[in-house]
């Protein structure tokens, strides 16, 4: 039986290997390329190819009769912002697509249907009140804003390849093995969970598993253009936090934490945790896909749903212990 095969770079992260199970439960088989030689597997369905985005270097076999291509490498934007980092973080975005681009010029790509590239939803203008649907043009003032867009323009030379190229614009990816949801349940668990500032700011949120069948959904209904990865109900930041203080079973006794403290502590970087996107999923939902994870309240359930049973971490347990 012939299957698809999918090239990925990133694989090895958060998201990578949650798209890796996407794709291997159709029965189609990914290579993946890698920075770090100690990550190279190589299975009947997964394997792995070293590349080095900073000075060029890919390995060509990785190529070999690949179908479609998911982009994802990058440095994490969660780290201070120095100007070091800040360098880091754009140039790992930008070498890795120039490196992908060079490399198929190299060999024949005339089988391969698609390119996903992973983008974020900090492309859009900071803001209470606007609802982005991809159609956007207007780029947020900040230093996220500059590393997406810049990020994205290097995904569109893509374009002289003849296969359909999308974008996904990835919001805030729940799961709790990785990303911002175990940094944002691990004060809470501590008794020490807090709103930042009013609370007001959007956060348009997805579930690990939806966003990972989006990406398996977008390759194999041969999708182009611009997608938001993001579930169809964003909520503020204080909804957020106060549904995770529910699910999880702990109160927050915390008063609002203002901004200028948090920038005290993380620097520029602390931009993160105030900037408001209320993003829509109206565009993929109307290709149609269907989220597994529509709300807030059943994504948090689902993904704290074990530890909860087991009492580990209940405010309920912990007050039977100390009776
Ligand atoms: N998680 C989120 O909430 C979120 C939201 C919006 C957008 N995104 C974007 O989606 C992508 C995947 O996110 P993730 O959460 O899965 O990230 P992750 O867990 O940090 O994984 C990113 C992967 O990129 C590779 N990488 C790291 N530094 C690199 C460098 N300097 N050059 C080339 N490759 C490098 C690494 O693979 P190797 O070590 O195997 O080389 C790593 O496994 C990222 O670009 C991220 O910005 C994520």
Redesign the pocket.
Known sequence: MVTMKVLM????????RAITKALHKREITVHYL???SK?IVCEENLKGFLWN??NGTIDLESFNGVDAIIN??????AQRWSKGNKA?ILS??V??LKTLHAGLKKVDSSQIQSMVS?S??GIYPNSLSNFYDGGNTEVDNSFLGEVVEKWEQEADTFRDFDFNVTKVR????LSIS???LPQMARPIKSFMGAVFGKGDQWQSWIHIDDLAEMFAFIIESKLKGVFNGVAPNPVTHEKMTKELARVLGYPLILPNIPNWFMKLILGEMSYLLFASQRVSSKRIEKKGFQFQYPNIGGALEQLYGSEIKNGESSLGSLEDELA
Not at 170 to 173: A, H, L, S
């Open positions: 770079t990133g694989a090895t992260g958060l998201i990578g890698t920075t770090n990550k985005p900073s994802l490498a990058g440095s994490s934007i880091k790992s975005r070498d890795s992973a974020a939803i990835i919001g805030v990816v990785g990303g911002a």
